[in-house]
């Protein structure tokens, strides 16, 4: 039986490649033939170096367009200083912010001029438009924007040049004049007089896009405040609550005191602490990182809103808050042993 197995395994393989011959042998005799050349045998390179390449072409471009910028507006400094004008002012009067004045004139009609009032605002250039004898211009200060309307009728033909050719979006500017809404409703300050407070020798960031790069947000934050609003209104709102908090504890009877930046031990508990070196005493000093300890040894009302230096989780507001909220047992306790005494 054995004999036999094998016997039609083997006819079965025999029959098998014969098939696969006769059909390979009815087929035409195909060539694949690759040509190399020498260029095309390199291995090309990752596309990651590539892309590194653009980056750092396209920075450089931007680099030597800030720095062209700069030279240009650098230049009409020079040339408002060679006319008599002084590109960074001393000093402007302003009559209202641009949210008095969208509050207060809110009700006239499209196309209504008042005549016989008379503003002064103040405020950075966010955008600008000119069309031939007409150019509108939107300032923004601390508390909102309000357009700028400039006729060539109601100008001198001097400031009219000047505020075509000299004045760039980013620019600091003050305008005098009276109030007019458009008639598209947009409430504008019909300008009689303005003056460069300040002549920016950067542009701003893309109005649209913003400021997107996160590490040029933190390094300079006024950069950032500038292209968005809203941070500007979170340090507002940051101020407003140190304040709050600072009321609060005079109110209690607290007295504000500043503890050591640098401390000898460094404290904090199982928190790794920042380290210097002091040249003049030659030792380590480590960066605050808790303040409980200098507060118990005074034992009197106490409070202390200086920033802690912590290398943990907690950074910002939320490590500030911590501070206050760990001292307020302490604080409480220190009462009431006062309490006690007296």
Known sequence: MEALR??????????FAASRAA???SRPLGLRIRCC???AATTNPPAQPQDRRRRSASSSASTSDRDSIRAIRLKKVDELRGKGYEPYAYRWDRTHTTKALQEQYTHLMNGEVCEDVSVSV???IVARRAFGKLV???????AGTVQLYCEKDSLTEDQFEQLKAFIDIGDILGASGSIKKTEKGELSVYVKNFEILTKSLLPLPDKYHGLTDVDKRYRQRYVDMIANPKVADVFRTRA???SEIRKT??????IEVETPVLQGAAGGAE???FITYHNSLQRDLYLRIATELHLKRMLVRLEDLRKSMRLGEYSGMKAFLLVIILNLPLLKCMKHIQTMKA
Do not use: C, H, Q
């Not at 094998?6 to 029959?15: E, F, H, M, Q, T």
């Not at 509108?136 to 601390?142: C, K, Q, Y």
């Not at 504890?249 to 607290?254: N, P």
């Open 37 to 39: 050349s020498a260029a």
């Open 240 to 242: 407003k609550v140190v």
């Open 249 to 254: 504890m005079e109110s209690f009877g607290f």
């Open 23 to 25: 059909a390979s042998a």
């Open 6 to 15: 094998a016997w039609r395994a083997s006819s079965n393989l025999i029959g």
């Open 122 to 124: 103040a405020g950075r």
């Open 136 to 142: 509108f211009m939107t300032v923004r200060d601390d």
């Open 271 to 273: 928190a790794r602490p």
